[in-house]
């Protein structure tokens, strides 16, 4: 760690680490300002009718004053703790500038270590620095999250670059003309041109726009796949420069479509004439590179860069750096930043976790009229994030897990504690009769009930029952009444009518 990565100690006397994280929220009343805004008072006074639908919400103090900065679409400027890693990509990538071609790059990292913010950050520097040199040196982003298929990904770089020479064809025929008129009115003379006669300059002229004409765009399906690859080629090619390519989330593309992109990208310099091009990979899935054809591996994977977790104090630094900007002044109270940055640090030190924690927190506060941003509003948040990542893990399950999961559900609703997986299976059972649905294996239903246990969903431990052998205590971890909602917001489980009786039954045999 080097000094500019150490947080300094006398920041805050709470450490980060050793806050209390299931501690009730403190009463902080006394932290907020006594003070009485006059304009209140004299509001409170006149109150007449005229009190719309946003007066109220307007007349509390404000709490953000540049909210985007908090929002994930925000690229910051300054990435502290990454100063490491974004010049290890710098010391890799100025070989570009140099017009050589850099080493292929692949990135590691758990989600929110600023992976995508500091390739990002890394890809503007390159380009600005490259315009100030007037050297040829252009970076791509893509997201193969979006862009997922070798058609998507050849077809976007194709157009990209087709892009980039129309403006670079405009530019000359545009000296062409300048030069052309100026020789004809007399204020130059050929001599001083690399051309010899007009008809040289038309000549050229002519060229310029019938290669203007043949670059036809790519449609983003339809051709073949080799000639959407001919098209990128040429593109690329159709004059020097160095191209860095950065695929982020290049796991998905290979998960979706294999390896042939990076494949046949990382073959492309050896027949490129005038250009050289370069690939940055970005993950945040460690084994990818197991799936990967092992040449695509060794020529991906020529330098590699690891973005480690952070801990509570790096989050810290990053949350305040954007507090400053995001927040009014004195908007937070002191405790909600360390807390926001504690919370984040158990969730593997993901930063993205921690803005969105202290952003959650600030329009809760927001919208509790609170003047001051508090340790209560982060608690909140924090459960609401996690209702809402439990709400969509619930929403997005296979309908047989969601049976088992309505099937404890209604266990637990009817006060059955210690639920096994032999009571978990006969209401099962019952369940699938009613909507129709395929009644698997005992032993199925077991292996769908350790999956929902991985999920964070229910909770499964297996106790010994001396000699009548092992069996399996399932409680449910997440609130009951979000998660039946959410599992009869499906429209087969809506079907069941009235699941009461089932248990009813169980209890009364
Ligand atoms: N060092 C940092 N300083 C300031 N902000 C940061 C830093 N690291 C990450 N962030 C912010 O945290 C959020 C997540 O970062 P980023 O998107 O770069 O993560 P990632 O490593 O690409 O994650 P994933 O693997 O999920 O794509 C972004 O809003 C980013 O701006
Ligand atoms: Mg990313």
Not at 161 to 175: Q, Y
Not at 265 to 270: E, F, G, I, K
Not at 364 to 389: M, P
Request: aromatic fraction near 6%; include cysteine.
């Amino acid at each position: 760690m080097d000094a500019n990565d150490s947080p300094s100690d006398d920041r805050s006397e709470v450490d980060a680490e050793e806050h209390d994280l299931d501690a009730p929220a403190r009463d902080r009343t006394s932290d907020i300002s006594g003070d009485v805004d006059i304009d209140d008072v004299l509001e409170d006074e006149d109150e007449d009718d005229n009190q719309g639908l946003f007066d109220d919400l307007l007349s509390g103090e404000p709490i953000f004053e540049n909210k985007e900065v908090l929002r994930p679409s925000y690229t910051p400027h300054e990435l502290p703790h990454r100063n490491e890693q974004i010049n290890q990509m710098a010391t890799i990538l100025v070989s570009a500038l140099r017009g050589d071609t850099p080493s292929n790059i692949l990135i590691y990292g758990k989600t929110g270590t600023g992976k995508t913010a500091s390739a990002k950050f890394v890809s503007k520097e390159l380009e600005s620095t490259s315009q100030k040199y007037d050297v040829p040196c252009e970076v791509e982003y893509i997201n193969c999250e979006v862009t997922d298929t070798q058609y998507r990904v050849l077809a976007q770089l194709a157009n990209k670059f087709i892009e980039k020479n129309r403006d670079v064809i405009d530019g000359r025929l545009d000296d062409l003309a300048a030069l052309r008129s100026s020789v004809t009115e007399g204020d130059r003379t050929l001599a001083d041109t690399r051309f010899d006669s007009l008809d040289a300059i038309d000549e050229r002229i002519d060229t310029l726009e019938a290669d203007r004409e043949d670059m036809e765009s790519v449609p983003m399906t339809g051709w073949p796949t080799d000639r959407v690859y001919s098209s990128f080629f040429e593109a690329v090619d159709y004059h020097e420069r160095v191209v860095v390519i950065m695929l982020d989330e290049i796991d998905k593309l290979v998960e979706k479509s294999g390896d042939d992109t990076l494949y046949n990208l990382s073959r492309m310099n050896s027949e490129l004439d005038n250009s050289r091009i370069s690939i940055m990979g970005i993950s945040n899935d460690l084994k990818f590179t197991d799936f990967l054809d092992p040449r695509v591996k060794s020529s991906l994977g020529e330098e590699e860069i690891v973005f480690p977790p952070y801990d509570a104090n790096q989050l810290r630094d990053i949350l305040q750096h954007r507090a400053d900007v995001a927040f009014e002044n004195g908007a937070l109270t002191e405790d909600v930043i360390p807390l926001c940055a504690a919370f984040a640090a158990q969730e593997h030190g993901d930063a993205r976790r921690a803005l969105d924690l202290l952003r959650t927190a600030g329009e809760l506060a927001e919208r509790g009229q609170a003047n001051t941003v508090e340790e209560r509003h982060v608690r909140q948040a924090q459960d609401k994030i996690e209702l809402d990542r439990v709400i969509e893990v619930v929403r997005t399950l296979p309908t047989q897990s969601k049976i088992v999961l309505f099937a404890i559900i209604l266990l637990e609703k009817n006060g059955v504690h210690n639920i096994n997986t032999g009571e978990v299976y006969n209401i099962y059972k019952r369940l699938c009769e009613e909507i129709d649905a395929d009644v698997l294996t005992q032993r199925r239903v077991t292996d769908l009930i350790s999956e929902l246990d991985m999920l964070g969903i229910v909770n499964a431990v297996v106790v010994s029952k001396g000699r009548y052998g092992r069996t399996k205590e399932i409680s449910l971890s997440v609130p009951v009444e979000e998660t039946e909602a959410v599992l009869l917001s499906d429209s087969r489980l809506g079907d069941i009518e009235n699941a009461q009786p089932f248990v009813q039954a169980r209890f009364d045999n």
